[in-house]
């Protein structure tokens, strides 16, 4: 490709609307522009990107025996009754009606409709197992749409449906399909980790998440460094620290006075006692119904864990006005103690002794109060953050933290989807079995954006040579010059004539802009044709990530680059 004949319209500065680096980049360099609220146009540089990450995601999927199909967009409201998620899914899921007023959704996902399809064919265990794929765009109306097409309305994904005879063929599937991401990612060029996740709207049970490393991320995970443990902290599991016991015996309880205390930033200065001595309580809406949640006052607690643990498919922290007609007291004045509200506590609590708590009282708290004697739960269940430092559940060493970006994510999914629409086949006796079903999904535009958040300077994105739009770039330093032209149009011919994708600077500009295009954009190798270097038959070549450049013998500039492109 000539630059002169390349539709790559790139911006000096930064647009207001970009919040993270690789929004910022893709409008910068001329891959996206937006077109709405969360919705982006691919232009030729980011469409060549999204085909070459979609290449690596389909060799992989054909060579773990997927098949790929194409469903629609256009889901009718029956199929997500059948499931349930109709209602369950929620406002992200946008809903129309046709001219005879039927309801449809725009597909977020397509359990039910792969399930329907698959049912509706497949009758004997002889037709099982299958693996089915699409890359498709899904929509998902986010309340916030943000970070570019990290969190946009309309995205591109790759989502493939296991069915199976049985557990142990979707645990098989599952495992093909876990090395295939692998695979993927180790071909994408990127740093990964692979944790525990949790399930959300998709459900099912077991669940990892392909997590690509970097800073900008919004999800936070936890892992060891002794052993292979690592987890989302929406899922991974927090060891209780031991009981915090300094000898004294326990005491009475009794209210006190705390007027203006109502942070645990508060009660720490007013009684003395460190955060991990006292509690907080908190107060949620369950599918409507009020619950109090009690954890110790240095931790955090972990909504997702929250609405799992209580098997509701709403929750909310509850409003004041509501929180004062049944406890009480306000905000910054709850306590479990005499509380008529149903309620749980992080399994830290139970051991706690002569911690402090508020008396459903404004400006009224009590102390040394003792769980089990001044107060009960329904349950003492894991509800907290896990975060660093805790112990590693698998082998109780350390627990370090970091952040990443979540770009694929696999999920068993066993019988939900299939029990909810009757998909069943013929077991060998002739009895009809539940399909046993697993779907596995890679976020295709997330994983070019996460790619620019891990690879990148100051100067502009530094793509992975597997998914870079063009492989090298040619600058002449003047194209007016007909020796360097000439040598600049020998070693494109040849690049191109081997199969590599380069593109010919051949605008008439200063060189130095030309320097900053390529590096805004991110092609990984660059070849200038200067006056010096080719009086001595020679070419400046220089690897875009970090590396000086190198004087090359003209003659032996394509087999080095051929050399690093295989």
């Known amino acids: 490709m000539r630059y002169t004949e390349l539709f790559c319209p790139t911006l000096r ?15 910068r360099a001329g891959y996206i522009r937006k077109s709405g609220s969360g919705i982006y146009s691919y232009l030729p540089m980011g469409y060549k990107v999204l085909k070459k990450i979609m290449a690596i995601v389909r060799e992989e999927m054909d060579a773990a025996g997927g098949q790929e199909l194409m469903m629609p967009i256009i889901q009718p409201r029956e199929l997500w009754e059948k499931s349930g998620r109709w209602a369950v899914y929620g406002d992200e899921m946008f809903r129309l009606k046709d001219r005879h007023l039927r309801d449809f959704a725009l597909g977020p996902t397509h359990e039910e409709l792969i399930t329907s399809i698959v049912d509706a064919d497949t009758h004997s265990y002889r037709d099982l197992p299958l693996l089915l794929y699409q890359i498709q765009n899904k929509y998902r109306d986010e309340i916030r749409p943000r970070f570019g097409v990290m969190r946009g309305r309309e995205f591109i994904m790759k989502d ?23 695979n993927i990612y180790n071909r994408l060029g990127l740093e990964y980790r692979v944790v525990e ?10 669940s990892h998440e392909f997590i690509v490393l970097a800073g900008s991320g919004e999800s936070v995970i936890v892992y060891c460094s002794e052993c292979d443990y690592a987890a989302d902290v929406e899922k991974a599991e927090a060891i209780p620290e031991e009981a915090i016991n300094t000898g004294e015996a326990a005491l009475p309880m009794e209210k006190s006075a705390t007027p203006g205390q109502r942070t645990i930033a508060d009660l720490v200065e007013f009684y003395g006692l460190p955060e ?28 997702i864990k929250l609405k799992n643990y209580l098997q509701v498919n709403e929750l909310a922290m509850a409003g004041e006005e509501r929180v ?58 894991d509800l907290r953050n896990t975060v660093a430092g805790d112990a590693c559940p698998a082998c109780g060493k350390v627990l370090k933290e970091t952040r990443g970006i979540e770009a694929g994510q696999i999920f068993q999914l066993g019988t939900k989807y299939s029990e909810a629409l009757q998909a069943t086949y013929a077991d060998r006796d002739g009895n009809p079995q539940l ?40 600058i002449p330093v003047n194209v007016n010059k007909a020796d360097q032209m ?22 008439d500009e200063r060189v130095g802009v030309k320097f900053k295009d390529a590096d805004l954009i991110g092609i990984p190798l660059r070849v200038t044709v200067g006056p010096k270097s080719l009086a001595e038959g020679k070419v400046e070549f220089k690897e ?10 003209a003659g032996d500039i394509c087999k080095r680059i051929l050399d690093l492109v295989k």
């Open 13 to 27: 500065e930064i647009p207001s609307e970009a919040e993270i680096v690789s929004h910022q980049l893709l409008l």
């Open 160 to 182: 493939l449906y296991s069915f199976d005879l049985d557990v142990e063929g979707m645990n098989e599937s599952y495992r093909k399909m876990y090395q295939a991401y692998s």
């Open 197 to 206: 996740a949790d399930n959300g709207a998709i459900g099912g049970s077991e």
């Open 276 to 303: 991990k001595r006292l509690i907080k309580t908190l107060i949620y809406e369950a599918d409507g119904e009020l619950v109090a949640v009690v954890i110790r006052g240095d931790r955090e607690l972990n909504e």
């Open 324 to 381: 004062r007609n049944t406890c009480g007291g306000g905000f910054g004045s709850l306590g479990p103690v005499g509380l008529q509200v149903k309620t749980f506590a992080d399994r830290e609590v139970e051991n706690m002794i002569n911690t402090s708590c508020g008396a459903n009282e404004d400006d009224f708290h009590y102390i040394n109060v003792n769980p089990g004697r001044d107060f009960g739960a329904a349950a003492f269940a």
């Open 435 to 474: 399909m046993v079903m697993g779907c596995y999904g890679i976020g295709v535009s997330r994983t070019m954006a996460a790619a620019i958040e891990q690879n990148h300077d100051d100067n502009g994105i530094i793509w992975p040579l597997s998914i870079a739009p063009y492989q090298a770039i040619i």
């Open 486 to 507: 000439e040598a600049a149009e020998k070693i494109y011919s040849e690049l191109l004539a081997a199969g590599v994708e380069v593109i010919l600077d051949d605008r």
């Open 544 to 553: 875009r990530q970090g590396k000086e450049s190198e004087l090359v013998l």
